[in-house]
């Protein structure tokens, strides 16, 4: 992927984190967005390709790191990535109470990204 390319999905990125982090109170975190070039960069567990992001969040201290694979990012088309965005931002949300089973937690923050997305 060229310079230009990544830099074309980390604006989209970034207009997502003007129209969203404030509104759903993420103003109040350190949230860090990373970008890799490829699922070999992921971290470990999420290797295996096709994972658009993964989100680590430090809920104890308010803080959280998305990594976006800019290489499947730019594969999706702007209404999937905003709700992707939104998936991982509830994943931080949600940290907090993610002590149930992972799969109940996907479940929710997916349920929760697509009720935004109709609004
Ligand atoms: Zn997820």
């Known amino acids: ?4 390319e990544r830099r074309t999905q980390i604006r989209r990125i970034n207009r997502l984190i003007k129209k969203w982090h404030q509104v759903l109170g993420l103003d109040e975190w350190r949230v860090i967005h990373e970008y890799v070039d490829g699922a070999s ?3 470990h567990g999420f290797q295996d390709g096709g994972y658009v992001a993964t989100t680590q969040a430090n809920w104890q201290y308010c803080e959280a790191v998305i990594r976006w694979d800019v290489r499947v990012m730019a594969e999706l088309e702007d209404e999937y990535l905003e709700e ?3 998936h991982e931002c509830f994943h931080i949300l949600v940290a907090e109470i993610g002590d149930e089973p992972h799969g109940s937690e996907e479940r929710v923050v997916t349920k929760l990204a697509r ?3 109709r609004v």
Not at 1 to 4: A, F, I, V
């Open 1 to 4: 992927m060229t310079h230009t």
């Open 41 to 43: 960069d992921m971290p």
């Open 84 to 86: 992707s965005f939104l």
């Open 115 to 117: 009720i935004l997305m």
